[in-house]
């Protein structure tokens, strides 16, 4: 039985490390690649979730119909990189390895690795900000919550919680149930972990969103107030 989860949890992690990798070469590489992934994803999500019943059909074919907007589209894709950057915050590389270097070594700047993927999350986002400028696309949640360490993977799903809250929310559940899922013996769909994650998750990310959206307001009127738009 061990052996077998053993060999299941090493299976899910190869295949995730290959998805990882490509998620990564669409971003900077194959742009309508990385559309075409984000969409897949979340609508298989979709249609999973639907299947276990924890979504409506109305809600689900409200949910697919947002994919088609131009911004949720973006920030669906922005979702899918931040999921490709998180093949270097393997949790056993970065709670032992790196810690256990750290204190080897005497070195604490060896640390420094866990800010490693914030700092690409927020290259990435300053880049569509670049690139989008002139559309009408908001970045600024994206950008604050993409620069923390671990929560930063769910910045984009955060960016849209106020325009589409339910296509939020469920991005950033079916994302925490999809992890708690690879977690051997203790995991698994509709788990009591996977249930104890969902309700913590849901709390902690309350907080984050009252703190993240007065900012991003603010540096939106700032921003207005200095252009005269």
């Not at 600024?140 to 620069?147: M, P, R």
């Not at 690879?182 to 698994?188: A, D, E, R, S």
Request: glycine letters at 6%.
């Amino acid at each position: 039985m061990i052996i077998n989860a053993t060999g299941r949890f090493v299976s899910r992690l190869a295949r995730y490390v290959r998805q990882s990798i490509r998620l990564l070469w669409s971003a900077w590489f194959n742009e309508p690649q990385l559309r075409q992934s984000a969409e897949q994803y979340t609508n298989t999500r979709i249609d999973e979730w639907l299947a276990l019943e924890k979504i409506t059909p109305e809600l689900a074919e409200q949910m697919r119909e947002r994919i088609q907007s131009p911004t949720v589209t973006e920030y669906l894709k922005g979702f899918m990189v931040q999921l490709g950057l998180t093949i270097f915050e393997l949790p056993f590389l970065n709670n032992v390895i790196i810690i256990a270097l750290a204190l080897i070594l005497d070195e604490l700047m060896v640390l420094c690795y866990f800010f490693l993927v914030p700092l690409l999350r927020t290259i990435y986002t300053l880049t569509r900000i670049w690139k989008k400028r002139g559309q009408g696309i908001p970045y600024t949640t994206a950008l604050i919550i993409g620069a923390l360490p671990k929560i930063g993977t769910v910045a984009y799903p955060l960016q849209m919680s106020s325009s589409h809250p339910n296509l939020s929310r469920f991005l950033i559940r079916s994302h925490i149930s999809g992890w708690v899922a690879t977690i051997p013996f203790f995991g698994g769909r509709d788990s009591r972990l996977e249930r104890i994650s969902i309700f913590f998750a849901d709390r902690v990310l309350s907080i984050i969103y009252a703190i993240a959206h007065p900012i991003e307001g603010a540096i939106s009127s700032t921003c207005a107030r200095i252009t005269g738009k």
